[in-house]
DNA sequence: ATGAAAGCGCTAACAT
DNA sequence: ATGTTAGCGCTTTCAT
């Protein structure tokens, strides 16, 4: 009798509007007018009478009443694949920011780049009935074949879904290929002629374009990428990369892109790890720019990112009946993980 | 008519129970016991008929309708200070691998550590009427006596709060002096005599806690805590504390102890800045162990808090009846940052 | 075991 | 301008 009892408790203390109204000696329609929204005029007296009735009940609406009634409701849920990852947090920051001004719920859940899981989480997500699905989820598998149904599903439902990258009713675009590609072209400008790439995942779109960008820049400046090593997107696993790479051999004076922040920071750490210098004598770039790259010594070349922003301008999209996205060239910043040659 | 039609476009799109019940020629009722976790028996041919139906229209319960008829929603709000912090980020994926293995939602907010601003939000998200609350908010005010009123509210509303620090119906609580007193006994058994304290908060019992633990510690191992500066939780703040201290004076062989490790990274790119050198000349540590403290070179000497399982343990707290927080002492780690004197 | 029906808290026609 | 009332989608007594 427990859930019984809790109900009828949490109930009984929840002051209705109802309450409220009789409180007020008013009807119910009058105290939802003065107090949601409504655009409907009530005399000064009533809504005076209503307001101190609902401030002394210490009233508050019933959201998932007030879904149910009007047919749609205020939240909007965020997918992402691993919010401790500060890529996800700083998308995470803008959405929630962008949500607040809006007066929304954000609701979170986490993938762990797991499309089954995923997929799970869609659907569960659906009850909520959300007005709008953000899915920064899937570095594991944008442009793959996997939720367009679950995704599809909110869109009939009338939820907007907007995705970092192809697949939803709206996309927020990072110019990976582009950004890459003038990281290749400054990498090559500095000196460099041998590159090594650290992190890449077949399939997964963003590794993809990041790849691709880089190494038509770096070759179109004569450099050449010798070898890629795949691996996750965890520091771990840049830091694992690297000591396989490093144990392939890797000459002083060889520039190591790493398709990630992140990664790049684990592959510096096994630099060091192994002996070796990272700049002088092996090359670092990233990309991101999440703040640890400054943190690090030296502090790591990389593109930078504006992920709160995107964040923030996901959640426009998911809102606004008009949204276009700001078009903004992804930026190189060059600092000492990458001295040059010469 | 935008909306009222949206409505109707989202109504009319979304199989209810109703429509389940109707295909599969069985009453609400019935259709409702077999879908939604209820106990009672129903045969299996009429089950396996609704179960059916339901697939076929996709159907997903309105969580909101179930909220409502149930008097209780699944839901754990998340009161945060700012989502892209690490410390933070940790937490929330501790709270989100907890909720979601028990089917609840998380719903996140973001309190940028402004009471005002945290009063706002605790009150809007009594209209989620959540089971429960969780606050890791507050690093500029717990122990303070602003948010007990909001918080309240939710007691009496059924929903459970937990508070990291002193507040809520529960507390999760981090021996922030004890870990801190063993930092500086350490210190002092490495040799370090002088030190500076960056980050303090006057008021922020976090804050307050650690300080206090820090210079029993050192002080017992006869080592002195010279200058305190006060400052903000953001690596920036750390930068713009050191450079003041430096400013004022650092000797060689000084520890010090950033509040935060975040701070601390702030404070060894200052120190680094200034053209010293972070170890054998200044010293550093911080708290928390957050991943960038094992990235920076050299790695900084922290205290260990295991900020996920401390989420997790939160999001316990919220939901189980009985519980209680498994002791374990936060324990140092020392790292090249502390090379030691002599 | 199944179904009818009375709510849950709120909104929005539709009267008045 | 205010009130009446019929829902919204679902759960849960209470009959059968």
Known sequence: MTTAEGRRAARSSTPTLHDVARAAGVSLATASRVLNGSERKVADSFRE?????????????????????????????????DIADPFFGL?????????????LVVTIAITERDPERENRILRALRGQRPQG????????????????????????????????GPGGDRGVQIDN????????????????????VLGA?????????????FSAGFESGGGDVVRTYRGGFAREDGAESMTVALADGV????????????????????????GRTVGSDIAVCGFDDVPVSRDVTPQLTTVRVPLSELGYQAFRATVDAEWEQPE???????????PGID
């Not at 959201?63 to 409701?73: E, F, L, P, V, Y």
């Not at 510096?268 to 790890?273: H, K, L, V």
């Open 49 to 81: 009478r209503v307001e101190q009735a609902a401030d002394e009940l210490g009233y508050t609406a019933n959201i998932s009443a007030q879904s149910i009634a009007r047919g749609t409701s205020p939240v909007i849920a965020l997918l992402v694949a």
């Open 91 to 103: 998308i995470a920051s803008g959405v929630a920011r962008g949500a607040d001004e809006r007066g």
């Open 133 to 164: 699905v953000i899915l920064a989820a899937s570095r594991s598998e944008d442009g793959g074949q996997e939720s367009p149904d679950e995704l599809a599903a909110f869109s009939s439902l009338g939820a907007r879904t907007v995705t970092f």
């Open 177 to 196: 290929h582009g950004g890459a590609e003038r990281l290749g072209r400054e990498m090559a400008a500095r000196g460099y002629r041998t590159a090594i």
């Open 201 to 213: 995942s077949e399939g997964v779109r963003t590794s993809d374009d990041r790849l691709a960008g």
């Open 251 to 274: 000459e002083p004076g060889t520039l190591v892109f790493a398709l990630s922040d992140v990664v790049a920071v684990g592959a510096m750490t096994a630099i060091r790890d192994a």
């Open 328 to 338: 903004a060239d992804l930026e190189v910043v060059v600092r000492g993980s990458t």
